[in-house]
Nanobody, 123 residues
Framework: QVHLVDSGGGLVQAGGSLRLSCAAS????????MAWFRQPPGKDREFVAH???????FYADSVKGRFTISRDNAKNTVHLQMNSLKPEDTAVYYC?????????????????WGQGTQVTVSS
């Protein structure tokens, strides 16, 4: 059983930056591919970024070039550095862990989820 705790959200002006963190415990971190999803107000949860056990990463087109996902296997953490934030990035952001590497944009492929952290970008 893996327990994920998300943190780092907050209120920021458009053009600003935030760094989200996800701390994992209770499992072998290296066994899991990690990802960030987000859920904007009134919308479905959507894929943001994914990092494999190998370190290879993938991004949604909407965040490519602005967001960077990284993992620290020694500290069992994954981060999402978000730059050049836009009001449309406003959402609850969730960390997720998957033991499978397929269909990385599907929420159903992830075994474990964090509790979410709110990111609000003002215009």
């Amino acid at each position: 059983q893996v327990h994920l705790v998300d943190s780092g959200g907050g209120l920021v002006q458009a053009g600003g930056s935030l760094r989200l963190s996800c701390a994992a415990s209770g499992g072998i971190f290296l066994r899991y591919h990690m990802a960030w999803f987000r859920q904007p107000p009134g919308k479905d949860r959507e894929f943001v970024a994914h990092i494999r056990r190998s370190g290879a990463n993938f991004y949604a087109d909407s965040v490519k070039g602005r967001f960077t996902i990284s993992r620290d296997n020694a500290k069992n953490t994954v981060h999402l550095q978000m730059n050049s934030l836009k009001p449309e990035d406003t959402a609850v952001y969730y960390c997720a862990a998957s033991s499978l590497g397929d269909n990385i944009e599907r929420t159903t492929m992830y075994n474990y989820w964090g509790q979410g952290t709110q990111v609000t970008v003002s215009s």
